[in-house]
């Protein structure tokens, strides 16, 4: 039994782990793969020499790894607000829920006082 907590545990640590680092190897892959073609796309131009490409490929690759960090912040940080909102919602539904069933087993009390009173008299 505790073996198989053990191995649940690392499969959704492993989990976790995979779904963090995919869009940060994205970003990266994506990021790397402009800079190639950009820097292909200045050598085959011919009008830069080697320094001047690898310069501008550097560039390329940063400007789009910035760009892109900042959209997936803003994704990321939109979703987090959203699900926030949503178990805010649902806690508070739970709380409007446990509210009514207190006061239908307060008034079901009152009732059964108000019964066995008017029974003894």
């Known amino acids: 039994m505790a073996a198989s907590k053990k ?16 869009p940060i190897g994205l970003l990266f892959q994506i990021s790397t793969l402009s800079a ?6 200045f050598s085959i131009s011919g009008r830069m ?3 001047t490409a690898m ?3 550097l560039v390329v690759f940063v400007g789009v ?3 892109l960090g900042v959209v997936m912040v803003t994704i ?3 979703l987090h607000r959203v699900k926030m909102h949503e178990a805010e919602e649902r806690i508070r539904q739970m709380y409007e829920e446990q509210l ?16 066995q009173e008017s029974h003894s008299a």
């Open 7 to 22: 191995n649940g545990k690392k499969t959704q640590d492993a989990d976790l782990e995979k779904r963090a680092r995919y």
């Open 49 to 51: 020499d080697f320094t």
């Open 65 to 67: 790894t910035f760009c």
């Open 76 to 78: 990321v940080s939109v």
């Open 36 to 41: 190639c073609v950009a820097y292909l796309i």
């Open 100 to 115: 009514a069933e207190q006061q239908v087993i307060e008034s079901q009390h009152r009732m059964a006082q108000s019964s």
């Open 55 to 57: 310069y501008r490929a």
